[in-house]
């Protein structure tokens, strides 16, 4: 475990790392988290602070009222006891007033499992998300498949560092190293030059990689929280370079040169195979404020644009969520026509399925109908769902999971489905927002629904089953693949009634005296 730098304060990682360090040479110690904020506050739920008898690391304002929040801490750590405080207004505190004219809700938690925090650090370190519970008690646990928070208790999510990967070579490159390590930021250095290894060494970067060849690159290591900035002015590196970065999941591409330089570039791109979608994600000429010629400044109006550019992963952020409905089925047992669409005491079956879902504008929706289906899609678009058609639908349900699937399959925005069919009407919001809460522990990869120890409909699958969906044939729906699933997929009870569906008629006069029921 190594000791916090001097800016380590800014990411959990850090603050994880010194908090075990403290923790194992014998220190009380408690943690803090802000649970809420109302206004203009500087940290954002989740933000923490660690606290040890002589020291602390973190912060949750801008110097208004750590010190008091500190003292606070130490004397939870004496009574063993946590500690729910208000800052700012509404608060009991009323001569630590916050100049922003907001709230800063906090929560002490003196209960610490070092090996709780250990498996949260390396998690962060090794790249991965970590999610930690603070428990009502005071005590903070690492959550899971097998630990889960309770409704009282508090749940955050960490993300690793944004990670900078720095391709180049001269001043250019070196700059922006030394400013994004100096941030606290993750830095990687590519570099083809001896001279500037030894000035990168000397600088004190740590991770740094000597480019021999083009056409022989390492793997890419690049993730979801990785800038990649070209800094060459060489094309024999750049194209490699960015196609390399391009087919990888950088959340930024970015390249220096001027609007000419970039223009051949994009050409070269399109010679080398990228999609005009790749070409266009490549931002040039980087940086906020164009034409800079000195290394410091372009340095810093490039970090600023990446900075921008950052995906919304704070701690309190949840998985981005697609509802998928899935109403292409061909009514082969209904004896009287479409069933989606047939009379369910005043409304069509299918109007029943498509305005079931939470009031969150947040949440996609995507129906898949079978080609030609007016009635249906009009249905679903009064709801406001997007419609895409299967012109396939007759070859079995997972033709339609497979068109829906491929249309966000690619679309960084979305983290997660939530499948659901349109012959379940009675499935409600509440169940579909369930789901959701049941994956909000990054452990947690698919989640399906149970009624009376049977798997059903509705279910969520996390980005990582998103290919294993889309290769199912015939009627295979998604329940095969949770069923392949060992860690991190559990269910939730769905009541009898909710987990009707509607196949024929005799099921379609069962739905009608639920409705009247």
Known sequence: MTAATTLSGEHAEDVLAQLCS??????????????????????????????????????????????????????????????????????????LPLPCGGAIDVFIAPGLDLTALKVAHRRLVERQEADLIARIDGRVDLAGPDCRPERTDFIFSYAPKM??????????????????????????????????????????????????????LNAGTDDAWTAFVLLFHDQDWEVP???????????????????????????????????????????????????????????????????????????????????????????????????????LEGRPVLDYAASNTPNDPALAKLAIIPSNAPNRRAILENRGW?????????????????????????????????VLLGDMPFVDAQHVEALRVSADVPSTSCVMSECEGILSPPALFKRSHFEALSTLSGDRGAKAVFQSVGHGAMTIAIQPDHAADIDNMADLLRAKETVNA
């Open 241 to 343: 370079l960015l196609h390399q970065a391009l087919e990888g999941p950088a959340f930024y591409v970015g390249a220096v040169g001027s609007k000419r330089t970039h223009q051949a570039r994009r050409l070269a791109l399109k010679a080398a195979g990228c999609s005009d979608e790749q070409i266009d994600f490549v931002s040039g000429p980087i940086g906020l404020v164009p034409s800079l010629r000195d290394a410091s400044m372009l340095a810093i109006s490039t970090l600023a644009e990446i900075i921008a550019a950052f995906p919304s992963k704070s701690s309190s952020r949840r998985p981005r969520t697609l509802l998928l409905l899935l109403a292409a089925g061909a009514s082969q047992r209904f004896e009287d026509g479409d069933k989606l669409v047939a009379n």
């Open 163 to 216: 990670r900078l990967r720095i391709a180049g070579r001269g001043a250019d490159a070196l700059a922006l190293a030394r400013m994004s390590d100096a941030a606290g930021f993750s830095t990687h250095l590519q570099l083809v030059d001896p001279d500037d290894i030894e000035q990168a060494e000397q600088a004190g970067i740590r991770s740094i990689e000597h480019l021999t060849s083009s056409e022989s």
């Open 386 to 418: 997007k419609v895409l058609e299967n012109s396939q639908s007759q070859l079995g349900q997972s033709t339609s999971l497979k068109l829906g699937i491929e249309a966000v399959q690619n679309d960084p925005a979305i983290d997660q489905v939530i």
């Open 22 to 95: 403290w923790i194992e040479a014998g220190e009380p110690c408690a943690l803090v988290f802000v649970t809420a904020t109302e206004g203009g506050a500087v940290r954002a739920p989740g933000a923490l602070l660690a606290v040890s008898e002589t020291n602390s690391i973190g912060y949750i304002s801008g110097g208004c009222i750590d010190a008091d929040v500190i003292l606070q801490a130490r004397n939870a750590c004496e009574d063993k006891r946590p500690r729910e405080l208000r800052y700012g207004a509404g608060s009991p505190f009323v001569d």
